[in-house]
């Protein structure tokens, strides 16, 4: 194993963008890729590690401009292309951008009907060729790259803007929603959703959105405006209470009374 200077701090300069909020950052073990409020999309070189005169990244940075600022952003399992969410706030402007890491050019154009405003705020790959994203327009939407379009979505059952979506890149997701702390777990093989669960406690802020989420087969991590969370998925550890059977209840009440 190669030596590596802890105390050793390389500097990431975004070159054209002094002036510009970084709203995303990915990286490879060779390059370091970030979006920005403005629009672009910058890629730098990684420094060697051992050249000792190589401290800060290599200054030949590309840029690629967007018309629509920059949500998110994730680089794909090869780390061949990554893929770019914005705004979808500029007509004729996608939210949706696959770019190719070294020809630095857009290899996937998704075939989708975007309504105005649908932007991504958050994506997660399943496999290389499989997007998950999520955002304003309130859906998980799952993309197959080989063909270009959406093969499946999954609506939020309280309609609210999704912050983040993560997975066990098989069948399980878990978005963190606009409201209350809320997350919804889903199943990819089912149309309805599995099971709600709402993070808050006292001393928190009970309607901020959940920012952030990672999750695995015991626990989750939820950050919301204030504090981060740690759900487990135990009957001991919390009492529990089916949050799906009295939401489905709920629907179930006001459809009989119209």
Same mark, same amino acid.
């Given at each position: ?41 910058? /890629? ?6 051992? &050249? ?7 200054? &030949?940075?590309?840029?690629?401009? =967007? ?14 292309? #990554? ?5 979808? %706030? %500029?007509?004729?402007?996608?939210? =949706?951008?696959?770019?190719? /890491? ?29 997007? =998950? %994203? ?11 790259? *080989? ?26 997701? /878990? ?13 990819? *093989?089912?149309?309805? +959703? ?20 990672? #999750? ?9 405006? *204030?504090?981060? #969370?740690?759900?487990? +998925? ?13 939401? =489905?209840?709920?629907?179930? &009440?006001?459809? &009989?009374? *119209?």
């Amino acid at each position: 194993m190669k030596n590596i200077d802890k105390n050793r701090c390389h500097g990431v300069k975004i070159l054209r963008s002094n002036h510009s909020c970084v709203n995303a950052i990915d990286t490879t073990s060779k390059n370091v890729i970030a979006g920005l409020e403005c629009g672009a999309v910058t /890629i730098q070189r990684h420094p060697d590690m051992d &050249s000792p005169e190589k401290n800060v990244y290599d200054e &030949s940075e590309v840029c690629i401009r =967007l018309l629509d600022k920059v949500r998110s952003l994730s680089i794909d399992p090869t780390g061949v292309k #990554f893929a770019v969410g914005s705004s979808g %706030t %500029t007509i004729n402007s996608p939210p =949706l951008h696959i770019i190719d /890491i070294e020809r630095y050019t857009m290899v996937n154009t998704m075939r989708h009907t975007w309504k105005h405003g649908a932007g991504i705020l958050d994506m997660v790959w399943d496999d290389p060729n499989t997007l =998950l %994203t999520c955002g304003y327009d309130t859906y998980i939407r799952k993309w197959d790259l *080989r063909t270009g379009r959406c093969v499946c979505s999954w609506a939020d059952p309280t309609d609210a803007t999704l912050y983040c979506v993560s997975s066990d890149h098989q069948y399980t997701m /878990i978005a963190g929603t606009q409201y209350n702390c809320l997350a919804v777990l889903w199943d990819q *093989r089912m149309n309805d +959703f599995v099971q709600m669960y709402y993070v808050n406690s006292r001393g928190s802020s009970r309607r901020s959105p959940i920012y952030s989420l990672q #999750f695995d087969s015991t626990c989750m991590y939820c950050a919301t405006d *204030r504090h981060l #969370f740690e759900l487990t +998925f135990s009957t001991r550890s919390c009492q529990k209470l089916d949050y799906k059977s009295l939401y =489905l209840s709920c629907r179930l &009440s006001r459809g &009989s009374s *119209r």
